[in-house]
């Protein structure tokens, strides 16, 4: 079964400054989806940004980014220019390739993000 | 605007009651899945639906029901039988359905706080 680890339960970061959020999975497919969920305050979930597994080029999103080492499992988000409005819980997630009937996306546990002015 | 709603954002129930937490979408996704989230916690999965008038259960479905007679809704009773009812509902949706390539993220309601004494 895949599963999604994200070891750092909280963060900190001072403002503008550049923080990484770690994520690594566990999958024996070879063909799968990344994302990365940000859940503020609000507790709305919101997306922020997503990775095939069969592309090599690593996403970006305006000041977010991934490092995403296929060979390593291994799925980071790389937040720069940090502001205010980032502090958020942030949720590593998975999904297989194709639908099946009982296809599910794994959540990782999360990770709490500190801003500091 | 299109979305997914659940109502309401507050729910107050006495042990013992049985109570239903809406979700409703109207993105035209086949997919729908509700999550529990307890005080800085994760996801966990309830129940998901690929397709009409079949669903799937998730992680913690014990104590939980859902029916799925529509593709835009999919509502969760939480019954006398959950034992620890009180958390946050989060409801979702994601565009693709059973043999379809899963590289849609999901959508999600703003969430139901339900508590009960």
């Known amino acids: 079964a895949q599963t999604v680890t994200q070891s750092q339960p909280e963060m900190s970061v001072q403002e503008a400054e550049t923080v990484t959020l770690s994520c690594t999975y566990d999958?024996?497919?070879?063909?799968?989806?990344l994302f990365w969920y940000k859940q503020p305050p609000s507790r709305q979930m919101i997306l922020v940004i997503r990775q095939e597994a069969y592309k090599q080029q690593n996403a970006t999103e305006n000041r977010f980014s991934v490092n995403f080492q296929k060979a390593a499992k291994s799925f980071s988000l790389k937040i720069s220019d940090s502001q205010l409005g980032d502090a958020a819980m942030y949720f590593c997630a998975y999904r297989g390739f194709v639908m099946n009937r009982d296809d599910k996306i794994i959540f990782g546990k999360g990770t709490r993000l500190h801003i500091l002015p | 605007d299109g979305g997914i709603t659940q109502s309401p954002k507050y729910l107050f129930r006495k042990e013992g009651q049985n109570v239903t937490l809406s979700c409703e979408q109207n993105?035209?996704?086949?997919?729908m899945y509700w999550y529990r989230q307890d005080p800085g916690q994760g996801l966990r999965l309830i129940y998901y639906s690929q397709i009409v008038n079949d669903f799937q259960k998730g992680d913690i479905a014990e104590g939980y029901s859902v029916s799925r007679e529509k593709k835009e809704s999919f509502p969760l009773t939480v019954t006398s039988a959950q034992k620890n009812p009180t958390a946050f509902y989060l409801c979702?949706?994601?565009?693709?359905?059973?043999?379809?390539?899963?590289?849609?993220?999901?959508?999600f309601g703003p969430g139901t706080r339900l508590t009960v004494t």
């Open positions: 993105l035209n996704h086949d997919a």
């Open positions: 979702a949706s994601s565009i693709d359905g059973v043999g379809q390539r899963a590289n849609y993220e999901q959508y």
């Open positions: 999958t024996s497919e070879s063909d799968y989806y």
